[in-house]
């Protein structure tokens, strides 16, 4: 399996995770298959590049940022002469990769002055923002503790365990039926996203909406983490984040027969539980991030 398929394999079946790691490791992939292109005119190339990025988009449905990221690459080749396509594509990877580690460290920073000293931080799932942060403000000097959930049924919250316990930070990993128990001792919740709506809905892991009402029951603040190129501008014409619905035996192999398992990745967080969203650009109350990302990423609404 060469390079391009073995990464849309991998995305597909979780081997990489997270959605800022999946918008990395899809562009990267596109930009060597679209680099073995033999088409011979301007008109050719543009049908290849939409065909590749299709197929890649096909691999997961509920990942704007890797849309977001790819089609920020490919923005310009409309404009540009056939020679100068496919060598401004790999500049476009480049620059944006770049500019992605960049902001990222200032989402590290934005998020870190939310953890106080001798807080319990409740998470749940695996987000790599989320553990930037959290690195982040271990390196400042401040002493805290992660609460986490397993995250079933591939237990993504053993990852989020692993590299916190080996950063060294104190981290109570519960079942995620104990979430609650999770939050009593919690000061804040910290969570990722994998796409925001128009309407401010926040799509994250199978969970998250039911952990996020007992947080407020328990008046516990509860922060989205996440890149705002995780926003899907296309909800604001009418269509919908497709909620990924994944395999049954996932959650249970050999099941019996005539029993249905609805295997959902995915659940819409309402704005109303969101206390704000933590991105690049600040911190800001759901329908604030929405007008916010209008206002910097004009090219996402052209597309």
């Not at 934005?110 to 987000?127: L, N, P, R």
């Not at 271990?138 to 397993?150: L, Y």
């Not at 969970?207 to 952990?211: D, Q, T, Y």
């Given at each position: 399996m060469d390079y391009f398929n073995a990464t849309l394999s991998k995305i597909r079946n979780l081997e990489i995770q997270g959605a800022a790691d999946i918008a990395k490791e899809a562009s990267k992939a596109f930009i060597f298959k679209i680099s073995e292109s033999k088409s011979k005119d301007k008109d050719e190339l543009i049908r290849e590049i939409n065909t590749i990025k299709q197929k890649i988009f096909n691999t997961r449905p509920t990942e704007p940022f890797m849309r977001n990221m790819i089609n920020h690459i490919i923005s310009s080749a409309q404009d540009m002469d056939f020679k100068y396509i496919i060598p401004s594509l790999h500049i476009n990877l480049n620059k944006t990769l770049r500019w992605t580690t960049k902001t990222e460290r200032e989402l590290a920073n934005?998020?870190?002055?939310?953890?106080?000293?001798?807080?319990?931080?409740?998470?749940?799932?695996?987000?790599s923002t989320v553990v930037s942060i959290f690195k982040k403000a271990?390196?400042?000097?401040?002493?805290?503790?992660?609460?986490?959930?397993?995250t079933r049924p591939l237990y993504q919250g053993r990852k989020t365990a692993k590299e916190l316990v080996a950063y060294g930070i104190k981290i109570r990993h519960y079942v995620d039926s104990a979430a609650?128990?999770?939050?009593?001792?919690?000061?804040?919740?910290?969570?990722?996203a994998d796409a925001i709506t128009s309407e401010g809905q926040v799509i994250n892991k199978i969970?998250?909406?039911?952990?996020s009402e007992a947080a407020n029951r328990l008046n516990i603040p509860v922060y989205v983490c996440t890149h705002s190129w995780k926003f899907n501008s296309e909800t604001i014409f009418g269509?919908?984040?497709?909620?990924?619905?994944?395999?049954?035996?996932?959650?249970?192999?050999?099941?019996?027969?005539?029993?249905?398992?609805?295997?959902?990745?995915?659940e819409k967080i309402d704005p109303s539980l969101i206390t704000g969203i933590i991105s690049e650009m600040g911190i800001y109350r759901p329908q604030n991030f929405i007008e916010e990302v209008k206002r910097r990423y004009k090219w996402m609404f052209t597309i």
């Open positions: 934005i998020g870190a002055k939310k953890i106080k000293k001798g807080y319990v931080a409740y998470t749940h799932c695996h987000s271990k390196d400042t000097g401040i002493e805290f503790e992660v609460h986490n959930t397993e609650r128990l999770a939050l009593k001792k919690a000061d804040i919740m910290m969570i990722g969970g998250s909406e039911l952990i269509f919908d984040e497709v909620i990924e619905k994944r395999v049954e035996k996932e959650v249970w192999p050999g099941k019996p027969r005539k029993v249905i398992i609805d295997n959902y990745a995915f």
